[in-house]
């Protein structure tokens, strides 16, 4: 299968994590991932995308971008999500299991901890009043 790649800007709303999802699941198909891959992608992908437009554009009154690349290179798929909102103060604190900076919201704080075990490898980079990219990366193929 020859490698791929491509790239979504969507507005940053919640009726838009259902869209980012089919996304991904229309992009995966040339490769014959299993539903179960595929479901769990979408779900690692569903947890990014919510956190960029909950957290990374908390209160903002203007129109909020969140972008995601999906490209594969030798059956290892790699996925950005990225705003370019408020950033994350302390990332380590952040991947805690339960921590939120919603509490009203009733989030749950288990974003990252998802996206860490569906996929095989996480990585955050913030900058406060920048925004938050998050890569997850995923061996497609694995559990055929």
Same mark, same amino acid.
């Given at each position: 299968m020859n490698d791929n790649f491509i790239k979504l800007e969507i507005e940053a709303k919640s009726e838009? $994590? %259902?869209?980012?999802? +089919?996304?991904?699941?229309?992009?995966? !198909?040339?490769? =014959?991932a299993t539903v179960g891959e595929v479901t769990d992608i979408k779900t690692a992908i569903s947890?990014?995308? !919510?956190n960029a437009i909950i957290h990374g554009?908390? *209160?903002a009154a203007d129109s909020s971008i969140v972008?995601?690349?999906? %490209? +594969?290179?030798?059956? &290892?798929l790699s996925i950005k999500i990225s705003d370019k909102g $408020? *950033? &994350?103060? =302390? &990332?380590? %604190?952040?991947?805690e299991p339960l921590f939120t900076t919603k509490p009203e919201m009733e989030r749950s704080g288990?974003?990252?901890? +998802?996206?860490? %075990?569906f996929m095989d490898d996480v990585k955050i980079e913030s900058n406060p009043g920048a925004g938050t990219t998050v890569t997850m990366t995923r061996k497609l193929g694995a559990f055929k």
């Open positions: 838009n $994590v %259902s869209l980012a999802r +089919v996304v991904a699941a229309g992009f995966l !198909t040339p490769w =014959d947890e990014a995308v !919510t554009y908390a *209160g972008t995601m690349e999906l %490209s +594969v290179k030798e059956n &290892i $408020v *950033g &994350i103060e =302390d &990332i380590e %604190s952040a991947k288990l974003g990252f901890t +998802v996206m860490e %075990s």
